[in-house]
């Protein structure tokens, strides 16, 4: 059998280990625009920052394709796929026949219509050819203006602080972090980050942009000397739509992977998934989830099926030494008086509970343990069957009964 | 694979089982140079639950892992059912720190040499000069065992 995977970072990854665990002859080849081994994406701002190297930065060991019995074809584009031949048409005219495809494509910087952006230049943030473009226009007095206050424009923040001279970060949404935080906490994490030297510019687009100034749309103008677009991301999906692949935001797969089309496959950032948490689909573009749906379609096309039935929103930033976990919904139903635990910037913690279950929660400063939490939300423990009150400062296995933690201790093993 | 299990009901609770954990995990030769004047930071942790229950927790090296699932640089792997971490990848996201479910992977104290160890986790000892791991070997209640057994449920 041969196994097509289009795309070289997690989701693919999580395919090959997958098929790995259920089949060990099958051909597997890895198509990749770029043309280095498997690297970890969010590393490229620590890269920045000096805290790792391209070496540390892989995501599995040097001889990972040779072990694994992967054929690479890097630096290559897929620029059609043809179903009906069974097939995936390169840039370079080769053809290379599938019995099983996976697209792992990712997905690439939204690039937001501003007037003027398209004919100057401007910086995104995703690839290690994106890293390394940034840190080449970068000199330690640039004036730097990020748009968009999300993790990846902060991240870029965070990367880059030491090497320039100011960064000016401009974002639509009245707060930072608006996908993962609620107003106090993005209130706590901005005032950290303006104590490192950063400047914001919430609740505003950016009009126009000419090269040197941004127009903002209360009227304010930035000067700037590097422009960095962080405004969210976009699905590769057309290679899979164009030939009637069914999409929403991104592609439609089953919880092994599979798309509306035969034998072909969907994960990562390119898939949306169905969040454990409400039931909706949506994109889940964070590394866990495309580890897992990878594995799971990996293991499908070689025949084994494993379901993965988990995801869920699951985040974790550090931002100037400031760490930052949350999990699930942001939501309370019914609403209730759901002031933050504590609001201290070291210890600022905030539940969200529905129908007798923990939803989701926001941490910053002590996440120790978080996980304990995290997993009361995955897996829908009743808030009145733990002791949740005990637990609310300082996650531990004392909320759950003796026998309920003998179990998750001990597993078989309940006596000896 | 010999797994750590613990017996709660067995669980005096003295705590010592952290501090042969933070000793063995120190480098030293001497147990009083590794503990004195130092405030621990073992990767074993008695928990004390209400009513004089106690119970200590350390990585259960579960044989379905989410800290390695979800770990964004490959410095978590599984090495013979035994979860290992490499410090020199680890970058200190603290995505394992919000994955695990019994909280047994945690932030770390910088090292002696000052180098930063984002985090920290149970190897079974593996990766220092005990071998074994040293809270079941000095556990004075036999509260943690070191045997042979399957994976625990988890949650």
């Known amino acids: ?416 | 694979m010999k797994r750590i299990y613990v017996r709660e009901e067995w669980c005096i609770g003295c705590h010592l089982c952290e501090y042969y954990c933070a000793f063995a995990n120190s480098g030293e030769r001497d147990m009083s140079d590794a503990l004195r004047g130092v405030k621990i930071n073992p990767r074993i942790q008695v928990e004390d639950a209400d009513g004089g229950v106690t119970y200590a927790i350390s990585c259960r090296h579960c044989e379905r892992p989410r800290c390695v699932e979800g770990c964004i640089t490959g410095a978590l792997t599984v090495e013979d059912g035994v979860i290992r971490l490499d410090e020199e990848k680890c970058v200190g996201c603290y995505t394992c720190i919000m994955l695990c479910p019994y909280g047994a992977i945690n932030p770390s104290d910088a090292g002696k040499s000052g180098r930063s160890r984002p985090i920290q986790k149970c190897e079974l000892c593996l990766n220092n000069a005990n071998g074994e791991p040293a809270c079941a070997a000095h556990c004075p209640n036999r509260a943690i065992i070191f045997e042979e057994g399957g994976s625990p449920c988890g949650l």
Do not use: W
């Open chain 1, 1 to 416: 059998m041969r196994i097509v995977i289009i795309g070289n970072s997690t989701a693919a990854v999580g395919a090959i280990e997958g098929i790995r665990a259920a089949d060990s002859a099958a051909n597997i080849a890895v198509i990749s625009a770029e043309m280095v081994h498997t690297y970890s994406r969010p590393l490229i701002s620590y890269l920045l920052e000096g805290k790792t190297d391209i070496d540390r930065m892989k995501y599995r060991p040097a001889d990972f394709y040779e072990r694994n019995n992967v054929q690479t074809f890097f630096g290559c584009t897929v620029t059609a796929v043809d179903a009906v031949a069974r097939a995936v048409v390169l840039d370079n005219g080769e053809h290379i026949g599938y019995d099983k495809l996976l697209l792992a494509a990712g997905s690439r910087p939204f690039v937001p219509p501003i007037e003027g952006l398209c004919g100057t230049e401007h910086y995104t943030f995703q690839s290690l050819a994106d890293a390394k473009s940034l840190e080449a226009a970068l000199t330690p007095k640039s004036r730097v203006l990020i748009i968009g206050a999300g993790l990846i424009g902060l991240k870029c923040a965070e990367g880059i602080h030491s090497r320039v001279g100011n960064i000016a970060v401009a974002e639509f949404a009245p707060r930072i972090l608006p996908s993962i935080l609620d107003g106090g906490g993005a209130a706590l994490v901005q005032s950290h980050l303006v104590g490192k030297g950063l400047t914001f510019h919430l609740g505003n687009a950016v009009a126009s942009v000419d090269g040197h100034t941004a127009a903002l749309a209360d009227g304010a103008q930035v000067p700037y000397d590097v422009l960095v677009v962080a405004s969210g991301v976009k699905p590769n999906i057309e290679l899979l739509t164009a030939i009637g692949a069914k999409a929403g935001r991104a592609l439609i797969t089953d919880s092994c992977g599979r798309t509306s089309l035969p034998d072909i496959f969907a994960a990562g950032d390119c898939a949306e998934s169905i969040d454990l948490t409400d039931g909706r689909r949506r994109v889940l573009a964070i590394l866990p989830n495309a580890y897992l749906q990878g594995r799971a379609a990996g293991k499908a096309m070689a025949g084994l099926e494993e379901p993965f039935t988990e995801a869920m929103p699951v985040n974790s930033i550090g931002l100037f030494g400031l760490h930052i976990g949350t999990a699930g919904a942001m939501r309370c139903e019914p609403e209730t008086d759901n002031n933050p635990q504590y609001s201290d910037v070291n210890n600022y913690r905030r539940f969200f509970f529905s129908d007798n279950r923990l939803t989701g929660f926001i941490l910053i400063g002590d996440v120790n343990r978080a996980g304990i939490y995290t997993a009361l939300v995955r897996a829908k423990v009743p808030i009145d069957t733990i002791n949740f009150a005990a637990i609310a400062e300082k996650p531990q296995l004392m909320a759950f009964s003796p026998a309920a933690r003998k179990q998750m201790l001990n597993g078989e093993k309940n006596d000896s």
